[in-house]
């Protein structure tokens, strides 16, 4: 069992380093709570840090012939984000349209169930599941899959579309299940299994597997409560998926779930991890996800860096903001918009540039770190500051990326475009950084999918001003397209 988490002597940054500019950004809340946030010393001294900043690393600049980020995207994508964009800004249409979503994720009604009703899937799957999942059966699956490669993205991120959320985060009334009903934890969790193994028969070398434990069902989202050892039925199921996807060269990320959860997910991630991720010299088979709006978030990435380090296994990380703030333990959240920014952003930077405490004794590249996030000002600052880094041969960790289907595809695409300008004016060489952007797709029903697309609304409400921002780049697009515009 792994031991908890260590008080590591280093505190969180307020404010971080100027390369990901978060200093000036506006003070925002999640929700309304009582701050007690005060001022914390860096665990470093700024004064001394030779870092680039922002203004010393060049913005992009495109040459004239190179085209447009946003190009690569179909028509009918852009018409679609544009729209649904304008829902999710709108104070007035968000509210009944987060409502509806909802119904339709959980209602046990046929008539609010798109797989059973004709007429309601007809304005669901073209105008929200196309959007943003991957299909319903192989071919569809393969088809958008084909798509994403087509547009430059090195792969996909496929998940199997079943999770069990916990009510109120403290309880055991579980989303959409009833409770006098509980399958067999064996049923349960070979669906589960035998649905992994599905998804991973769909993707190809290079590709990864997204993993919710609590797929597996009701027991084992029990057990994960209770803070039990992982069940023997689970842990064989998990060993058959893992050495599934090592055998086909994709890997596994396992999600961070809520936090009544997560304690127990760790331990039992780590469990996998030190059996999967030998050894050092190889890329990491298994990513264990980091929410960068814990408060704890600092102390779990050190945690398990020092961990891997003391057992000798390889580290792997999936950073991300977190998805559970409108049904999660409030408290353990930072208190502001602007805390979690700087959390996600002083992680990153310190894990580029090795001043994690845990990494004084790591040669460079011994840890994989995948970034996912929508944000673009700090996606495309953790790809300069990665750049910029390699070329003085100062990177310590390579990041990759990855964002949700139909999410931030103008920073996707970016990316992606730096990627293939890197490799065309041959600069890859061992000092170069060449990033590498995953699309991750949820697969499933329709209804299946729109629980987990009901979460997403919840995270990304919050990013009102980035995407009227991006709704511009799309609008400049559109109108390019047709004609309509002029060159800026």
């Known amino acids: 069992m792994a031991s908890p988490v260590s008080k590591t002597g280093f505190q969180p940054r307020l404010i971080i380093h100027p390369f990901l500019g978060t200093r000036a950004r506006p003070r925002c809340r999640f929700q309304s709570s009582t701050s007690t946030t005060t001022t914390r010393a860096p665990y470093y001294n700024e004064q001394a840090s030779t870092n680039k900043t922002l203004d010393t690393v060049p913005a992009r600049q495109d040459a004239p012939s190179v085209r447009a980020p946003l190009a690569r995207l179909s028509t009918a994508s852009i018409l679609r984000t544009l729209f649904l964009g304008a829902v999710f800004r709108s104070p007035l249409l968000f509210r009944p349209g987060f409502a509806v979503f909802e119904k339709i994720a959980n209602s046990p009604s046929v008539w609010m169930n798109p797989d059973k009703n004709p007429l309601l899937r007809m304005i669901v799957y073209p105008l929200v599941y196309k959007q943003f999942c991957a299909g319903r059966d192989q071919a569809e699956i393969a088809h958008t899959s084909a798509e994403v490669r087509r547009l430059g993205f090195s792969g996909v991120v496929l998940c199997y579309g079943k999770e069990v959320q916990v009510q109120g985060g403290t309880n055991d009334e579980f989303l959409g299940y009833n409770r006098n009903k509980v399958p067999a934890l064996d049923a349960e969790v070979a669906q589960w299994e035998d649905g992994n193994i599905e998804t991973l028969n769909m993707i190809a070398e290079g590709d990864w597997l997204g993993i919710k434990f609590t797929g597996a069902g009701t027991n084992i989202t029990k057990a994960l409560m209770d803070g039990d050892a992982a069940p023997e039925r689970f842990v064989k199921a998990m060993d058959r998926i893992c050495e599934t996807a090592m055998s086909k060269g994709c890997r596994i990320w396992i999600d961070a779930e809520q936090q009544v959860l997560q304690p127990a997910i760790d331990r039992w991630t780590f469990d996998l991890m030190r059996r999967y991720n030998k050894p050092l010299g190889r890329q990491a088979l298994v990513y264990n996800t980091i929410q960068a709006y814990l408060k704890s978030a600092r102390d779990k990435v050190q945690h398990q860096l020092e961990l891997a380090q003391r057992e000798g296994w390889r580290p792997a990380i999936k950073l991300v903001r977190g998805a559970y703030i409108a049904n999660d333990v409030r408290s353990k959240i930072h208190d502001t918009k602007e805390d979690t920014d700087a959390s996600y952003n002083g992680i990153v930077e310190d894990l580029l540039q090795g001043r994690f405490p845990a990494q004084a004794n790591q040669q460079p590249e011994e840890i994989d770190l995948l970034l996912a996030g929508h944000n673009t000002r700090t996606i495309r600052a953790a790809a300069r500051l990665a750049t910029d880094l390699a070329a003085h041969r100062k990177l310590q960790v390579r990041p990759e990326f990855a964002q949700l289907q139909g999410m931030a595809d103008d920073i996707g695409c970016e990316i992606v475009q730096m990627a293939d300008q890197v ?65 800026r």
């Not at 797709?441 to 329709?446: H, Q, V």
């Not at 209804?447 to 609008?475: H, I, P």
């Open 423 to 487: 490799k065309v004016h041959d600069r890859a060489s061992a000092s170069s950084f060449v990033p590498k952007v995953y699309k991750c797709l949820t697969r499933g029903s329709i209804q299946e999918c729109m629980q987990y697309l009901t979460r997403r609304l919840v995270e990304n409400r919050g990013a009102g001003d980035r995407m009227k921002l991006s709704a511009a780049e799309y609008r400049h697009e559109l109108l390019r397209r047709w004609g309509l515009s002029w060159n």
